[in-house]
């Protein structure tokens, strides 16, 4: 019986004119599985709050597939860093007429910012006191509607209204510029060209070393595009961006307290008495071949100020005196460095002088005085600072509390800086993304050039409640740099 049994099965499940269906079948599954475990490798690059530029990893000739781990893709396209070869994302806006010009975008004249530092002549004019910087303008700091939307141009035409009239911005801050020279554009009628400045950056498109062209032609290329975007026949200053991840490096220690380099350390810095002129290596060459460029352009009138931007002072410090002592090069008319003039460090204020004096820089600019949001209750994910700077600053943010509940850091640390830079007439670049930004840093500066808010003794105490939290000293934090910025393996 059993056998019959598995005789009528065998005739069943083997019949003939089955076998194509099993085929077909044991195709599918095997495609199944091997797809299945090809999304099991992951995805090349996943989109985190750790990571929120992953498109700055990825190669040209790469064909990259990204991952939203929330799986709420946005409608439209997310807006990335565009390589010099890349077809450009359009960005466009509305008729000037339909954007709201309300109440909120006028500007309260009794609270202008008129004042304006550095050397008055004809072929460097004076730089605005405060400057907007428009990485706002970028997935660093708001999302794809912000930024695609009409904030943007209200932040503008609000900060113009106020007397903020330069604008800092970067072709690595994705679609920065785009957005920025849009809403310029718009604006013509009202601000035109010659009443604003603009400076901008080339030679840094992400983070890893392939994503970095300081070649002649690199630079060209990167000018000319920044030309197009921000709809204009020159550019006020143009910085070779982050020389720190080029420049060969030259110091005994890459994080903490570096004001030494000043004095007793000056040699181990490269900055001895009778190293004015060393060049260091191939990553120092690289640097002087982008800044020979640079020259070229603004000789040509394409762009008026030449510069260097980064994060370590020493660094920065040794290539504005190599520049200076090295023919044919000219002494560079602006360095720019970010997060070393605020409640966390302040050492930018020691090296002002030495930027001025060795290597005859006429602008010296500070940005970012929240230190990349820092200062804020709001720390990102990817802040590069050190887990114990960090821990310190969720400390600052905690001994500020008001009694409701908000931390009043981010306003005291903007006080705080704005009124040292102003004390050394020092231009702050700041990031405005919104009207309320614009309002209130507005307000905040002028509490500090019109009423003297650094005479006031309750407002020190404060000032000195908040350092203390970093500490001073060997152990302290206070003045200590985090660990200077280098490429991503990858």
Same mark, same amino acid.
């Given at each position: 019986?059993?056998?019959?049994?598995?005789?009528?099965?065998?005739?069943?499940?083997?019949?003939?004119?089955?076998?194509?269906? &099993?085929?077909?079948?044991?195709?599918?599954? %095997?495609?199944?599985?091997?797809?299945? =475990? #090809? !999304? $099991?490798?992951?995805?090349?690059?996943?989109?985190?709050?750790?990571?929120?530029?992953?498109?700055?990893?990825?190669?040209?000739?790469?064909?990259?597939?990204?991952?939203?781990?929330?799986?709420?893709?946005?409608?439209?396209?997310?807006?990335?860093?565009?390589?010099?070869?890349?077809?450009?994302?359009?960005?466009?806006?509305?008729?000037?007429?339909?954007?709201?010009?309300?109440?909120?975008?006028?500007?309260?004249?009794?609270?202008?910012?008129?004042?304006?530092?550095?050397?008055?002549?004809?072929?460097?004019?004076?730089?605005?006191?405060?400057?907007?910087?428009?990485?706002?303008?970028?997935?660093? &700091?708001?999302?794809?509607?912000?930024?695609? %939307?009409?904030?943007?141009?209200?932040? =503008? #035409? !609000? $900060?113009?209204?106020?007397?903020?009239?330069?604008?800092?911005?970067?072709?690595?801050?994705?679609?920065?510029?785009?957005?920025?020279?849009?809403?310029?554009?718009?604006?013509?009628?009202?601000?035109?060209?010659?009443?604003?400045?603009?400076?901008?950056?080339?030679?840094?498109?992400?983070?890893?070393?392939?994503?970095?062209?300081?070649?002649?032609?690199?630079?060209?290329?990167?000018?000319?595009?920044?030309?197009?975007?921000?709809?204009?026949?020159?550019?006020?200053?143009?910085?070779?961006?982050?020389?720190?991840?080029?420049?060969?490096?030259?110091?005994?220690?890459?994080?903490?307290?570096?004001?030494?380099?000043?004095?007793?350390?000056?040699?181990?810095?490269?900055?001895?008495?009778?190293?004015?002129?060393?060049?260091?290596?191939?990553?120092?060459?690289?640097?002087?071949?982008?800044?020979?460029?640079?020259?070229?352009?603004?000789?040509?009138g394409v762009i008026r100020r030449v510069g260097i931007s980064g994060y370590p002072l020493p660094i920065l410090l040794r290539l504005a005196i190599l520049i200076k002592h090295t023919a044919p090069y000219k002494p560079l008319d602006v360095v720019m460095s970010y997060c070393h003039l605020n409640l966390q460090n302040r050492t930018l204020l020691d090296f002002k002088t030495a930027f001025e004096q060795r290597a005859g820089v006429k602008h010296v600019i500070t940005a970012s005085p929240l230190c990349m949001r820092l200062l804020t209750p709001d720390l990102p994910t990817?802040?590069?600072?050190?887990?114990?700077?960090?821990?310190?600053?969720?400390?600052?943010?905690?001994?500020?509390?008001?009694?409701?509940?908000?931390?009043?850091?981010?306003?005291?640390?903007?006080?705080?800086?704005?009124?040292?830079?102003?004390?050394?007439?020092?231009?702050?670049?700041?990031?405005?993304?919104?009207?309320?930004?614009?309002?209130?840093?507005?307000?905040?500066?002028?509490?500090?050039?019109?009423?003297?808010?650094?005479?006031?003794?309750?407002?020190?105490?404060?000032?000195?409640?908040?350092?203390?939290?970093?500490?001073?000293?060997?152990?302290?934090?206070?003045?200590?740099?985090?660990?200077?910025?280098?490429?991503?393996?990858?």
């Amino acid at each position: 019986m059993a056998n019959k049994g598995a005789r009528q099965f065998m005739r069943n499940w083997y019949a003939v004119e089955a076998i194509p269906l &099993y085929a077909v079948i044991g195709l599918a599954v %095997g495609g199944a599985t091997w797809y299945l =475990t #090809r !999304l $099991a490798q992951g995805p090349s690059v996943v989109w985190t709050r750790s990571n929120p530029t992953p498109w700055n990893d990825v190669k040209p000739d790469e064909n990259t597939k990204m991952l939203d781990p929330s799986g709420k893709f946005s409608k439209k396209p997310k807006i990335m860093v565009e390589r010099l070869d890349a077809p450009q994302p359009t960005i466009p806006l509305p008729p000037l007429a339909d954007i709201p010009d309300e109440a909120i975008d006028k500007a309260d004249d009794t609270k202008r910012i008129t004042t304006r530092f550095g050397p008055a002549d004809t072929a460097f004019p004076t730089v605005p006191a405060v400057v907007l910087g428009a990485a706002s303008f970028s997935a660093f &700091y708001n999302n794809d509607d912000h930024i695609r %939307g009409v904030t943007p141009l209200r932040t =503008t #035409r !609000l $900060a113009l209204r106020y007397g903020i009239h330069a604008f800092d911005t970067s072709p690595f801050y994705g679609p920065s510029e785009i957005v920025l020279g849009n809403a310029l554009k718009a604006l013509e009628n009202e601000f035109p060209r010659s009443s604003y400045q603009i400076f901008t950056k080339c030679g840094r498109f992400g983070n890893t070393r392939e994503t970095f062209d300081y070649t002649p032609a690199g630079v060209r290329a990167s000018i000319q595009r920044s030309l197009a975007r921000l709809h204009t026949t020159y550019l006020d200053t143009v910085y070779l961006h982050d020389v720190e991840f080029i420049a060969d490096s030259k110091a005994p220690r890459t994080s903490g307290d570096h004001r030494a380099a000043l004095g007793a350390e000056a040699d181990a810095y490269g900055l001895g008495e009778g190293q004015e002129a060393v060049v260091h290596g191939d990553g120092d060459r690289e640097v002087l071949v982008a800044i020979g460029e640079l020259g070229r352009q603004q000789d040509a009138g394409v762009i008026r100020r030449v510069g260097i931007s980064g994060y370590p002072l020493p660094i920065l410090l040794r290539l504005a005196i190599l520049i200076k002592h090295t023919a044919p090069y000219k002494p560079l008319d602006v360095v720019m460095s970010y997060c070393h003039l605020n409640l966390q460090n302040r050492t930018l204020l020691d090296f002002k002088t030495a930027f001025e004096q060795r290597a005859g820089v006429k602008h010296v600019i500070t940005a970012s005085p929240l230190c990349m949001r820092l200062l804020t209750p709001d720390l990102p994910t990817w802040h590069p600072a050190s887990e114990s700077i960090k821990e310190a600053a969720k400390g600052a943010v905690r001994a500020s509390m008001k009694p409701g509940g908000e931390s009043a850091l981010p306003k005291l640390a903007l006080e705080y800086a704005f009124q040292k830079a102003r004390e050394v007439e020092m231009p702050t670049v700041v990031g405005l993304g919104s009207l309320k930004d614009v309002h209130e840093n507005a307000q905040i500066w002028y509490s500090v050039d019109k009423q003297g808010l650094g005479e006031n003794e309750e407002w020190k105490q404060r000032i000195q409640d908040v350092m203390s939290v970093f500490g001073e000293g060997d152990d302290g934090l206070l003045d200590c740099s985090w660990e200077n910025p280098g490429f991503r393996s990858g």
